[in-house]
């Protein structure tokens, strides 16, 4: 089945910086890849997702990157802000299937 | 905006009882979730549900787990017979359409302690 590696676990930073979290995947078949922001004891919340027939998204401060080939993908935050520390996790979801495999989550700490 | 919506929000029970928890999807969403996370470890797929019956389920999804759907807005998940390792946040999350790759919304959890 579908196998979800994230990297780094664990990310500090000064606001301003960027971060960027990577996730691999191990389905060729996957083609949904969500990233989900946690607050600690919240639900995880939806902050970007991207489809397989796309390489690259951007909303506002936050963007995606998908290489295909490669199998993996990135969540870039630019000009962090503390409200931004939280656990993020990636997810990949395979074509046929409903469930959302996770990574292992990224805890990312923005210093003011 | 709609939301999914967790009762309890904190279940305390004795190992070896059974617990039902609930979940109220967003009303016109066709795609059911539970997902659980130990303290401080990634969210893990239980169970997905689809025209009142499960349509995936996990390793972890055995006969000790069921799923309902009772009265066509509420989803429970229940335990039947809880062990210390079931202790756990319990999500529930719904999705609005089939077939398409959208978002799935969750809901605030059900932190489950079994003591």
């Known amino acids: 089945g579908e196998n979800v590696e994230q990297h780094p676990s664990t990310l500090s930073v000064q606001e301003g910086d960027s971060a960027v979290i990577k996730c691999t995947y191990s389905d060729s078949a996957s083609n949904y890849f969500p990233w989900y922001k946690q607050e600690l004891g919240k639900r995880p919340q939806l902050i970007i997702d991207i489809r397989s027939n796309v390489g690259e998204k951007k909303d506002q401060r936050i963007a995606v990157t998908l290489n295909k080939t490669a199998k993996h993908f990135s969540l870039h935050i630019t000009e962090t802000q503390p409200e931004d520390s939280a656990v993020y996790f990636c997810?990949?979801?395979?074509?046929?299937?409903?469930?959302?495999?996770f990574g292992t989550g990224t805890r990312l700490l923005v210093s003011p | 905006e709609p939301e999914v919506t967790q009762t309890p929000s904190h279940q305390v029970t004795q190992m070896g009882q059974e617990v039902i928890l609930r979940c109220v999807p967003i009303?016109?969403?066709?795609?059911f979730y539970w997902y659980r996370q130990i303290l401080g470890q990634k969210v893990e797929f239980l169970v997905s549900?689809?025209?009142?019956?499960?349509?995936?389920k996990s390793e972890i999804f055995d006969d000790q787990f069921s799923v309902e759907r009772p009265d066509g807005s509420n989803f429970t998940l229940k335990i039947r017979s809880t062990k210390l390792e079931d202790s756990a946040m319990y999500f529930c999350a719904s999705r609005p359409e089939q077939g398409v790759n959208t978002e799935a919304f969750f809901g605030q959890g059900t932190r489950l302690t079994v003591v």
């Open positions: 997810a990949a979801r395979v074509t046929g299937f409903q469930k959302l495999v």
């Open positions: 549900f689809y025209n009142n019956e499960i349509s995936e």
């Open positions: 009303s016109n969403h066709l795609y």
